[in-house]
């Protein structure tokens, strides 16, 4: 049996199995009974995340980044001598057979080619959140998953901690209500700070190329363009063609918990009510999105609104129910509106409040109980425990993961184009501005194509 059938067939099999699911290239556990590691991006602190929560009790066999000085520090701090590469495409074509799964940390225009070669080989994937930067690349890793049998994880930490299982579980045993309003906000982005740049002009001045970065590499699937400074290493997400904003940024974060507990599926319309002008290209410095979920099982239709950039809290995001005034009521960036109650928690999930004070200490006296285990260690011990057959499927699988990617990059679309979408999630189409729908799948330069056949 090769390396992809045996890893394909022992991640079909329960946690209680006894052929665990990493191989270090043939069946069976490795000398030391830990997992193979590669790093896809190996720089800045989001590489340090994986390596500091839990990457590094296990084997890291290699390191992938196209800034060797940007990753420089970590290599030395880690104190590596493991191959380094600036391709990852040739990282797995020389590796794949010693390489049990790898944790792509790139920018969103590259994470869904870097997900799905190593995903082609067998190999499970943590893939930083935006899970893929358009639609039609989430949904193809929905059916590579289905596909290639290997364990996933997007990077959404607060979905795998205890604050949001309580704010689903309270949802769920109707604490607050019957829920048909849900506000979130943001109150970035900072234009022209560390992580937005504010352009000028389109496209920005090119400036020549850092030496020890490979500048076409850093492009990968994107159209050919001089380099500018603003693209690389933190202010990609200000442009379209790399990144998603804030909305991208934090949507995946502060809108887990409300898709979560209401079982959202995507929109049948979502609006651009207000935008801050900005160049072509560039995301906004403020904005507020509108989105309709129809109603689903027992739940009525839901209406989420997205805020970010600052706002006018007296005249946008009113809620004036239950003691709460608006959107950023307490601070909180989330807040689900029910016809007993309100729940509110953090960006990143986090522990929720409940409003009014009589519903809050009821809930506190005599909590739900606990529906939805628990993960101990955090998102990538979660995910290496299932690789090893030693715990369940990861809460933010691609699965789960590529729905609330795709109501994030939904909203984008609606925010680049200042528009109304009309969404046919049936039929993966805008009705109303079939001209959009060219967004939906980007084009991809030679060498950069996959899952065409998927």
């Given at each position: 049996m090769n390396r992809r059938a045996f890893l394909s067939h022992s991640v079909a099999l329960t946690a209680a199995s006894t052929l665990p699911s990493f191989a270090i290239g043939k069946p069976g556990k490795s000398a030391n009974g830990k997992l193979n590691i590669a790093f896809i991006g190996s720089g800045g602190?989001?590489?340090?995340?994986?390596?500091?929560?839990?990457?590094?009790?296990?084997?890291l066999v290699a390191f992938c980044d196209v800034d060797q000085n940007h990753c420089a520090e970590n290599m030395k701090a880690w104190r590596t001598n493991q191959p380094f590469f600036t391709d990852?495409?040739?990282?797995?074509?020389?590796?794949?057979?010693?390489?049990?799964?790898?944790?792509?940390?790139?920018?969103?225009?590259?994470?869904?080619?870097?997900?799905?070669?190593?995903?082609?080989?067998?190999?499970?994937?943590?893939?930083?959140?935006?899970?893929?930067?358009n639609v039609w690349q989430a949904r193809t890793l929905v059916k590579a998953?289905?596909?290639?049998?290997?364990?996933?994880?997007?990077?959404?930490?607060?979905?795998?901690?205890?604050?949001?299982?309580?704010?689903?579980?309270?949802?769920?045993?109707?604490?607050?209500?019957?829920?048909?309003?849900?506000?979130?906000?943001?109150?970035?982005?900072?234009?022209?700070g560390q992580h937005f740049a504010n352009p000028s002009v389109m496209p920005p001045p090119s400036s020549p190329v850092p030496a020890g970065f490979d500048w076409d590499l850093w492009l990968g699937p994107a159209a050919e363009r001089d380099h500018c400074g603003d693209y690389h290493p933190y202010r990609w997400r200000t442009f379209y063609d790399f990144g998603s904003g804030m909305l991208g940024d934090w949507g995946c974060h502060t809108l887990d918990t409300p898709v979560w507990a209401l079982d959202l599926d995507p929109p049948t319309v979502v609006e651009c009510l207000a935008r801050k002008d900005s160049l072509e290209g560039?995301?906004?410095?403020?904005?507020?999105?509108?989105?309709?979920?129809?109603?689903?099982?027992a739940r009525g239709p839901v209406t989420l609104e997205w805020f970010d950039g600052p706002q006018d809290w007296n005249k946008v995001g009113r809620i004036e129910k239950f003691g709460a005034d608006h959107a950023a009521h307490l601070g909180r960036a989330c807040w689900m509106v029910g016809s007993k109650g309100m729940l509110g928690c953090g960006t990143h999930a986090g522990a929720p409040s409940i409003l009014d004070t009589e519903l809050r200490e009821a809930w506190k006296a005599s909590p739900p109980p606990e529906s939805i285990p628990r993960v101990a260690g955090g998102p990538f011990r979660e995910w290496m425990r299932a690789i090893?057959?030693?715990?369940?499927?990861?809460?933010?699988n691609f699965t789960y993961s590529a729905r609330l990617t795709e109501i994030i990059l939904l909203g984008v679309l609606a925010q680049r184009f200042n528009t109304r979408i009309e969404w046919d999630a049936k039929a993966a189409r805008i009705a109303n501005r079939p001209e959009l729908n060219a967004f939906l799948k980007e084009p991809a330069r030679d060498g950069w194509r996959y899952g065409e056949t998927l």
């Amino acid at each position: 049996m090769n390396r992809r059938a045996f890893l394909s067939h022992s991640v079909a099999l329960t946690a209680a199995s006894t052929l665990p699911s990493f191989a270090i290239g043939k069946p069976g556990k490795s000398a030391n009974g830990k997992l193979n590691i590669a790093f896809i991006g190996s720089g800045g602190w989001i590489a340090q995340q994986p390596y500091n929560q839990g990457c590094s009790e296990e084997n890291l066999v290699a390191f992938c980044d196209v800034d060797q000085n940007h990753c420089a520090e970590n290599m030395k701090a880690w104190r590596t001598n493991q191959p380094f590469f600036t391709d990852f495409r040739e990282m797995l074509d020389k590796m794949h057979k010693e390489i049990d799964a790898v944790v792509v940390s790139t920018p969103d225009h590259t994470h869904f080619p870097a997900t799905l070669a190593a995903m082609e080989r067998g190999i499970h994937v943590y893939t930083q959140k935006p899970l893929t930067h358009n639609v039609w690349q989430a949904r193809t890793l929905v059916k590579a998953r289905e596909r290639y049998g290997v364990v996933t994880q997007m990077g959404n930490q607060g979905h795998a901690g205890d604050g949001i299982r309580q704010s689903v579980e309270a949802v769920r045993a109707g604490v607050i209500g019957d829920v048909a309003q849900v506000y979130c906000h943001n109150g970035g982005p900072q234009m022209g700070g560390q992580h937005f740049a504010n352009p000028s002009v389109m496209p920005p001045p090119s400036s020549p190329v850092p030496a020890g970065f490979d500048w076409d590499l850093w492009l990968g699937p994107a159209a050919e363009r001089d380099h500018c400074g603003d693209y690389h290493p933190y202010r990609w997400r200000t442009f379209y063609d790399f990144g998603s904003g804030m909305l991208g940024d934090w949507g995946c974060h502060t809108l887990d918990t409300p898709v979560w507990a209401l079982d959202l599926d995507p929109p049948t319309v979502v609006e651009c009510l207000a935008r801050k002008d900005s160049l072509e290209g560039v995301i906004p410095a403020g904005s507020h999105i509108k989105y309709h979920f129809p109603a689903k099982g027992a739940r009525g239709p839901v209406t989420l609104e997205w805020f970010d950039g600052p706002q006018d809290w007296n005249k946008v995001g009113r809620i004036e129910k239950f003691g709460a005034d608006h959107a950023a009521h307490l601070g909180r960036a989330c807040w689900m509106v029910g016809s007993k109650g309100m729940l509110g928690c953090g960006t990143h999930a986090g522990a929720p409040s409940i409003l009014d004070t009589e519903l809050r200490e009821a809930w506190k006296a005599s909590p739900p109980p606990e529906s939805i285990p628990r993960v101990a260690g955090g998102p990538f011990r979660e995910w290496m425990r299932a690789i090893k057959g030693e715990g369940s499927e990861p809460g933010s699988n691609f699965t789960y993961s590529a729905r609330l990617t795709e109501i994030i990059l939904l909203g984008v679309l609606a925010q680049r184009f200042n528009t109304r979408i009309e969404w046919d999630a049936k039929a993966a189409r805008i009705a109303n501005r079939p001209e959009l729908n060219a967004f939906l799948k980007e084009p991809a330069r030679d060498g950069w194509r996959y899952g065409e056949t998927l």
